[in-house]
């Protein structure tokens, strides 16, 4: 049994690819953005999102014909940089993380970015294909968010299993191999 975050700016996808993959009905903490954050939770390139995540989405897959058998339990983070404080908790025992980037609202991904390189959790980062988006190559994705070679950068369709399935699976595997460097944040293991 695996842990892992999916994270990423306001709007990213994130509610979605855990509704992707979850072979349960996914836990979803969806509410209706109210003119009350309409200061704080700008809209501008997602101008018909209604809902927002308020606290995290949940769903499980199983992946039982994996090189191992493998059963992924999965923490989608609200979005907004004010709730970043939530992301510790949430990323508490986790193998690592998928930061999903809305190329139309870059600037909302150097948050995610930052917030696990500072905690030392290994993480990838898969571009979320949206219709009507411009298409960047993985590498002008790598260079905007200043990404060093080790971090993955793959792209995929928030809404196609198989792709947030392969996004899962490369985590898993970038993890795995990360694992015997990776030394465990004392910002973490104290928050």
């Not at 994996?66 to 992301?87: N, S, Y």
């Not at 690592?96 to 948050?111: C, I, K, N, P, Q």
Request: charged letters at 20%; proline letters at 6%; glycine letters at 8%.
């Amino acid at each position: 049994m695996l842990k892992i975050v999916i994270a990423g700016g306001f709007g990213a996808g994130k509610t979605t690819a855990v509704g992707a993959v979850s072979e349960i009905t996914p836990l979803s903490t969806e509410e209706y953005l109210t003119e009350a954050s309409a200061d704080v939770d700008s809209l501008a390139g997602i101008e018909a999102k209604e809902t927002t995540t308020v606290a995290f989405d949940f769903g499980r897959l199983s992946l039982p014909d994996a090189p191992i058998p493998l059963e992924l339990f999965l923490f989608g983070t609200p979005g907004q940089d004010r709730f970043v404080d939530l992301w510790y908790d949430l990323s508490r025992g986790a193998v690592g993380a998928v930061v999903l980037v809305d190329t139309r609202r870059l600037e909302s991904s150097f948050t995610p970015v930052s917030f696990f390189e500072d905690i030392g959790l290994p993480f990838v980062v898969a571009v979320n294909q949206f219709d009507g988006a411009h298409r960047y190559h993985p590498q002008q994705v790598r260079t905007a968010l200043e990404l060093p070679a080790s971090v993955p950068v793959v792209t995929c369709d928030a809404r196609d299993t198989n792709h947030v399935a392969g996004v899962l699976l490369t985590l898993v595997d970038h993890a795995s191999t990360n694992r015997a460097d990776h030394t465990p944040s004392t910002t973490l293991q104290d928050a």
